[in-house]
């Protein structure tokens, strides 16, 4: 069943409010983290050094982090961060980026979900898959195949964790306690381009950085991203030029766009 959403409100929101997005980040993508969150309005800091992480956190709006490169005292660092970012009362968003890969990863993932609150674990198919105990392996950072309802496990890991769950894929799955959101935005040039999953983070903590809803925030902000990939992928020849118009094409997103191509839908009927 279709729901209304708000999605143009809450990236008003976030034009109007430039929140501080702090990540702890993946070293591939750190850039395009960055921009996609200036290009939405918001205030990105990028600041790794354990000795600094905790004081970034506290005049930040919400945190990221992203598990992409990682590295043992890395993730202690954003332990510290995540920690800083629990007693301000701030969202953290886990990019499981790579779970299921290796041993280290898995280990890793578990410790920062052990150790701190994280608010939304955010992740592709297998990813979340393996994060919610499935024996199950990925490609390096992309995709496997799953073979399981991602629904039911997004939402069994979201009810385990206290956490919102978002499994990105051709429907963009947003799992919470209160139920399903399923975002149909997207194109499929997002998949040949690196650092696209890695921007949708930063995009998801952009909106969770003044929406406390998370589920709302994370289906609001992955129907923007799409729609802006769907209006990029409209003017490209390929994976150079939709990277590029992706980029333009949030910048520009206007309230005609947004409420014409969103599509979100929720499994229940709730108000959004």
């Keep these: 069943m279709k729901t209304e959403f708000k999605a143009y409100d809450l990236l008003q929101k976030v034009r109007r409010e430039s929140p501080v997005v702090h990540h702890l980040t993946n070293w591939v993508t750190i850039y395009d983290c960055a921009q996609i969150v200036k290009t939405l309005g918001a205030s990105p800091v990028m600041a790794h050094a354990p000795e600094e992480v905790a004081d970034m956190t506290r005049i930040a709006a919400a945190l990221v982090l992203n598990i992409g490169t990682p590295t043992l005292d890395f993730v202690e660092a954003m332990k510290t961060a995540a920690a800083s970012a629990n007693q301000k009362g701030i969202p953290v968003i886990l990019d499981v ?28 198919a297998s990813e979340i898959a393996r994060v919610s105990g499935a024996d199950i392996r990925t490609k390096g950072v992309d995709a496997a ?107 520009n997103l206007d309230q005609l766009a947004v409420e014409k191509m969103q599509r979100i839908e929720t499994r229940q009927d709730e108000a959004p």
Excluded: W
């Design 97 to 124: 980026c790579g779970a299921g890969a290796t041993d280290l990863r898995d280990r890793m993932v578990a410790g920062l979900l052990d150790a701190v609150k994280i608010n939304i674990i955010k992740g592709n």
């Design 145 to 251: 195949e799953v073979g399981v309802d991602l629904e039911k496990l997004a939402q069994a890991l979201a009810l385990r964790r206290q956490a919102t769950v978002v499994v990105t894929g051709k429907v963009d799955i947003v799992a919470g306690g209160q139920g399903i959101y399923r975002v149909k935005n997207g194109d499929a040039l997002m998949t040949h381009v690196v650092g696209t999953g890695c921007m949708a983070a930063s995009v998801i903590g952009s909106f969770a950085a003044v929406e406390p809803d998370y589920r709302k925030a994370a289906a609001c902000a992955l129907a923007c991203y799409g729609i802006a990939a769907e209006l990029a992928a409209e003017k490209s020849s390929g994976p150079a030029s939709f990277k590029i118009a992706l980029f333009d094409s949030l910048y």
